[in-house]
């Protein structure tokens, strides 16, 4: 990572605050963007004191897609050039009001899929065009199976997953790799209070699994590990069986 330039979507999430932490003190120059105007700054000026490294800053909103064009632009102006980008956004919403409120459903919808779609495809054609980079999305565990519990997050995570599977072929052919991150359960703001929780990881934790994938240029990621074999034994409930579990 070190000399790289890398842009941050979402930066005031838990798991990009991390990874910020860790790309920066390896040497990595950051772009950092999210909603927070307050607080983005707040990270960045952060970083800028405790690694002396290169960073910078500005806002962006997952539904103002006019806005998404002048993301690339923005962070190359700000980091000379572009390496990388990982995008960490979302809400993970109430599901049982979003059953009643498709207004709630719309927004978790847009938010952690249209609006990343949105994004992706101008960050994915300057990457093709520029032939070389990566580019890493995080999904998660909750996009391999529709469930009563989350079924509304799930289904646009799970939208994501195929969003970023189609983009990894495409932009393979471009020197462009593409790597899907699924954690598990994390001990982030999402999480707060939440119950039914267990095996939960740190941010840190999954920001340490995403660099070491990354330079193993893997494709798709389990954060942490063992639940890709979690995820195998839920996927391979037969449906007749999975509809009357409480999940
Ligand atoms: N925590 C978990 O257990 C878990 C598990 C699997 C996957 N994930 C995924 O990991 C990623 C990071 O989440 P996290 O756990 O670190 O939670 P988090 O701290 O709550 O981060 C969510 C981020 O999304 C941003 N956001 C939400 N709606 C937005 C909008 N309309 N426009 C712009 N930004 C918006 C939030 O901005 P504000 O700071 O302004 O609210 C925040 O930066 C998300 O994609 C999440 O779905 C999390």
């Known amino acids: 990572m070190k000399g790289e330039s890398v842009l941050l979507i979402g930066a005031t999430s838990s798991i990009s605050r991390a990874l910020a932490h860790q790309m920066a003190q390896e040497g990595t120059a950051l772009h950092l963007v999210a909603r927070d105007r307050t607080e983005v700054e707040r990270i960045a000026q952060d970083i800028a004191i405790r690694y002396q490294s290169p960073v910078s800053w ?95 997050y799930g289904s646009a995570k799970g939208a994501l997953t195929l969003f970023l599977q189609g983009m990894r072929s495409r932009l393979a ?39 070491q994938a990354l330079s193993k240029k893997k494709n798709v990621i389990y954060a942490p590990w063992f639940w890709l074999g979690i995820m195998f034994i839920i996927r391979s409930i037969p449906e007749s069986i999975f509809k009357k579990l409480k999940l």
């Open 58 to 152: 500005d806002t962006m909103d997952a539904f103002d897609y006019e806005a998404h064009q002048e993301l690339v632009p923005k962070a190359i102006a700000n980091l000379g050039h572009l390496d990388g980008v990982v995008v960490s956004l979302g809400e993970l919403g109430d599901q049982e009001q979003a059953q009643t409120d498709f207004n709630l459903a719309q927004r978790i919808i847009h938010s952690n899929y249209t609006g990343v779609a949105s994004m992706l495809t101008h960050v994915a054609n300057y990457l093709e065009e520029q032939k070389q980079g990566f580019i890493v999305g995080i999904s998660s565990v909750a996009s391999d199976r529709g469930r009563p519990s989350n079924y509304v």
């Open 173 to 211: 052919k471009s020197n462009v790799h593409v790597m899907t991150v699924k954690p598990g359960f994390v001990d982030t703001k999402m999480t707060f209070g939440k119950s039914g929780m267990f095996l939960v990881a740190s941010p840190q934790q999954i920001a340490q699994a995403i660099s």
